[in-house]
């Protein structure tokens, strides 16, 4: 079983910073690629940005040179670096990694429980 935990949101004024982590756990082989999402209130789930195995790394317009995503396969773990943020960031951001649990086993995508980020004045 994998299981994975994000943490680091929280409360912050427009123009500040945050970092997101999302660590997995359990019996995992091999990682993927590893990404991160936000759902705001009444609105669907949308993709935030995205780090391959090869660690290129790939955003939305809507964050793209305000957030910067990272992964460290050694701990299990990818990391959202949100800086200059606006109250339109404010959502559940949640993490998704796609994970090989076995050798032979196709890899399948977890995801974390979501931590919120609010941004407000």
């Known amino acids: 079983q994998v299981q994975l935990v994000e943490s680091g949101g929280g409360l912050v004024q427009p123009g500040g910073s945050l970092r997101l982590s999302c660590a997995a756990s359990?019996?995992?082989?091999?990682?993927?690629?590893m990404g991160w999402y936000r759902q705001a209130p009444g609105k669907e789930r949308e993709w935030v940005a995205e780090?391959?195995?090869?660690?290129?790394?790939n955003y939305a317009d809507s964050v793209k040179g305000r957030f910067t995503i990272s992964r460290d396969n050694a701990k299990n773990s990818v990391y959202l670096q949100m800086n200059s943020l606006k109250p339109e960031d404010t959502a559940v951001y949640s993490c998704?990694?796609?994970?090989?649990?076995?050798?032979?086993?196709?890899?399948?995508?977890?995801w974390g429980q979501g931590t919120q980020v609010t941004v407000s004045s």
């Open positions: 780090v391959t195995r090869g660690n290129a790394t």
């Open positions: 359990g019996s995992i082989f091999s990682f993927n690629v």
């Open positions: 998704k990694m796609n994970i090989r649990t076995l050798p032979l086993r196709p890899p399948l995508d977890y």
